[in-house]
Nanobody, 118 residues
Framework: QVQLVESGGGLAQPGGSLRLSCAAS????????MAWYRQTPGNEREQVAG?????????NYADSVKGRFTISRASADKTVHLQMDNLKPEDTAVYYC??????????WGQGTQVTVSS
């Protein structure tokens, strides 16, 4: 089993920055992909960014955050960060970390609130 804990959410002004972290525990050696999603009330979760956690690093981003958000990893402990710059009010959401591990297992973190407002 894998457990995830997010941290780093909070309030930022438009144009500001926040850095989210996702720490994995448990069977972290089985994790091969981690991703950040976000969700606003009444909407489905959407993927924001993803990163492979072993071997060659591969990343992907939603068009809405390209050039503003950066996902990175610390391979040793499978911690993943999401650096969010030039934040916009439409980035306001609950952000969730997701890990893919084993054969076809997934797990989610509890979520962290990000609010962008002046």
């Amino acid at each position: 089993q894998v457990q995830l804990v997010e941290s780093g959410g909070g309030l930022a002004q438009p144009g500001g920055s926040l850095r989210l972290s996702c720490a994995a525990s448990g069977s972290i050696g089985l994790i091969y992909l981690m991703a950040w999603y976000r969700q606003t009330p009444g909407n489905e979760r959407e993927q924001v960014a993803g990163i492979t956690t072993s071997g060659r690093q591969v990343t992907n981003y939603a068009d809405s955050v390209k050039g503003r958000f950066t996902i990175s990893r610390a391979s040793a402990d499978k911690t993943v960060h999401l650096q969010m710059d030039n934040l916009k009010p439409e980035d306001t959401a609950v952000y969730y970390c997701k890990a893919y591990y084993g054969v076809a297992d997934v797990t989610w973190g509890q979520g962290t609130q990000v609010t962008v407002s002046s």
